[in-house]
């Protein structure tokens, strides 16, 4: 008998009414408790433990068919109402953690930018970002030069993106980033506290019966130059003790930052030599099979556009 297992990767959850920052999309609450309705009526919600069994050939788990499991990466305070809709639910889900939202207080790359465009609207971030690369940056002007000539917001958007994740050496990039959080968004009054899970929200989460996993140290792609064993070390392999030492549980699961296929290979064959982990999460949309990499989990990102017949319809040609 064929089995296998589905994963979805949800990011913001956004409230319905008097969002304070509606530039920030996301899965609307009711949108989510829908979609739970859908996966415990048409799948078998199963949890990390239950994957870890898949693999491991433990347990029976290997007959159940059409299983999906619930994830969520970058860390974010809206997750934790989430948590509880799911706990009410019985549903176990894996909640993936950038460390230096804990250890540094200082949010995850990509969440900066995010926040800062929706806090300023396009037009003042691109006003705030030229002052930086005036005053302190002036090294990284050539890469900003055609988003300042273009109009297309969604292009500069994907653009800048680009340039922080991919181009800049990363050491730059995250110095570079923690200064647009300084000047832009906690000069808009939100502080990363406002914009991750805190420690005792974590403990919460476990203390529902939910999982967490890695998510790096400060969210970085590995598919770009200038990242040496150190800076591997430092990102994949520390934040894995740390969350154990700080919340006194086994952490046996990363979900890859980004998450593409160039943002994972140079990370798996690290963890084949140091066995760090068991099991890591791609965004690449398929079905998981007994003989899938477990290094090589797939999962759909949820967008804020599916509603529950979507996300059912964009599942269901992979059931079993």
Known sequence: MTSGFYSLCYHYIRNDHDDPLPRLFGTKISDFNEHMSMLKKEYNVISLDDVSAFYSLKSDFTDIKNGVLVTFDDGLDDQFEAGKILAENNISAVFFIPTC????????SPIILHYAIAVSGMKKFLIGLRELIQEKYQITESYFEDIFLNNNTQKSIDMIKNIFYYKLDPTLSRKFLIDIYRKIVKNAGFTSQDMHLSKNQIEKLLEMGHSIGSHSHSHISLARQGIDDEYMEKELIEPKKYLENVFDTEINSMSYPFGESRDCFDAQELFRKTKTYQLAFTIEHKLNKIDSPPLE????????????????????????
């Open 101 to 108: 939202t804990i250890r540094d207080d200082l949010p995850a």
């Open 297 to 320: 989990i797939g999962r759909y990102m949820v967008n804020s556009q599916d509603n529950a017949n979507m996300l059912n319809k964009k599942m269901e040609f992979e059931k079993i």
